[in-house]
């Protein structure tokens, strides 16, 4: 089985799928490994280096014509699937829940779609092959430093000649991966550091950290199944919002962490936070997207300065801006699941397994993940409802 690493197309995008660290892993088990040239050029893994862990460069058109598998970091742009053929397969954080209709182009072209982002990560098996938080560990770490480059003072206590600076205030919102990261590597800056979530479990670990925990007492637990954090009601939502505002207005920092993959994240900072916060604080939105952010006023990819004075900035995939780490955590993880999913050197598709059946999205035509074809379902009622209400119909 021929295994092809492609180069990222999406812009800012510097990782690379594998590394060539990890390539020996990949020939060991009976597979070839293809690697496209310069696909890790961005991530400072050079072609020399991938030839000499035993992979073979090639050229764009003669890899996808070569290749039965196809690695990628993120999903691929018109000009790649315009490349793929019926019968291949292509692994990679895809995003279907976002963009359910690239799941639909693949399905169409013949393609098995595999997608590292809906793993099922309460599998203690499946922890080597989480993209998930090995990308959030390292977007986490990238926060707290965007974070302190754009503040205008020091994190740490200074005491020097010229007088004595106090610590900067950092409040993280969210202590999943990212958020512990970014508590735990603001602390290494010298910061003071407090951190909140709404599952209580989470008090704990960022006392662990060094950090102090901020509890509210509007929302008592949103503790979900699995350790994730449920879905607030609209009630809960006002009362955190409410109540956070007050503390937010107490820092020079925040960094929030909450995304919900293919919806829009939930508001944590709101308008009238924000102009309660002083001239010079920083916010770090890691939930910015295109669907909305955690702060009121954020844009994705936009550093944005209020009327105020708090620059507010919409940090979007941090995980590509810190190439060489992410790819070698990425590289480890998508190995992990290639090498669960191959037996006698073949691929060898099976949905039965609970770990297949959470990133197999589309096989022999069909979109199979039950979440991206609900998705599915949903868009073509919307547009038959629309035809519908059209004058004429």
Do not use: C
Not at 121 to 147: E, P
Not at 179 to 195: C, E, F, M
Not at 260 to 287: F, H, K, N, Q, Y
Not at 382 to 388: C, D
């Amino acid at each position: 089985m021929k295994v092809a690493v492609v180069k990222e197309s999406a812009p800012g995008e510097r990782r690379v799928a594998l590394v060539p660290e990890t390539v020996p892993r990949l020939t060991a088990a009976g597979l070839e490994v293809l690697v496209e040239r310069g696909a890790g050029d961005a991530a400072w893994f050079p072609d020399s280096a991938y030839a000499e862990a035993g992979a073979t460069i090639a050229a764009t058109a003669d890899l996808y014509a070569a290749a039965d598998v196809i690695l990628t970091v993120t999903r691929p742009d018109e000009a790649a699937i315009g490349r793929l053929r019926a019968g291949q397969t292509v692994v990679g954080m895809l995003a279907p829940l976002v963009t359910p209709e690239h799941a639909r182009q693949l399905a169409d072209k013949g393609v098995t779609a595999v997608s590292l982002d809906l793993l099922p990560r309460t599998l203690s098996r499946a922890q080597g092959m989480d993209a998930l938080s090995s990308q959030a560990n390292v977007a986490g770490y990238k926060a707290a430093l965007v974070a302190a480059e754009a503040y205008g003072r020091f994190f740490p206590l200074l005491i020097t000649a010229a007088g004595t600076a106090r610590p900067a205030k950092l409040l993280v919102l969210g202590a999943g991966v990212a958020g512990l990261q970014a508590i735990g590597t603001a602390r290494r800056l010298g910061a003071q550091v407090s951190g909140y979530d709404v599952r209580p479990a989470s008090k704990g670990e960022v006392e662990s950290l060094g950090a102090a925990f901020l509890e509210l007492t509007s929302v008592v637990s949103a503790a979900g199944e699995g350790g994730y954090a449920r879905e607030l009601t609209a009630g809960e939502r006002d009362a955190q919002q409410a109540e956070l505002a007050a503390h937010i207005a107490r820092h020079d920092v925040v960094i929030t962490t909450a995304q919900v993959p293919g919806r829009r994240p939930p508001l944590l900072v709101t308008e009238d936070a924000v102009a309660a916060m002083a001239a010079g604080s920083v916010i770090v939105d890691m939930g910015a997207s295109a669907l909305g952010g955690n702060v009121a006023g954020s844009a994705p990819g936009e550093t944005v300065v209020t009327p105020n004075g708090v620059t507010i900035i919409g940090a979007t995939n941090l995980p590509a801006t810190v190439p060489t780490a992410a790819s070698n955590a990425f590289s480890r993880n998508i190995s992990a699941l290639l090498l669960h999913m191959t037996a006698d050197g073949e691929l060898q598709i099976d949905t039965t397994d609970e770990i297949q059946a959470g990133v197999v999205i589309t096989r022999d035509g069909e979109v199979v993940q039950p979440a991206v074809a609900k998705l599915l379902d949903q868009d073509l009622q919307t547009e038959g409802a629309s035809l519908v209400d059209r004058p004429g119909h």
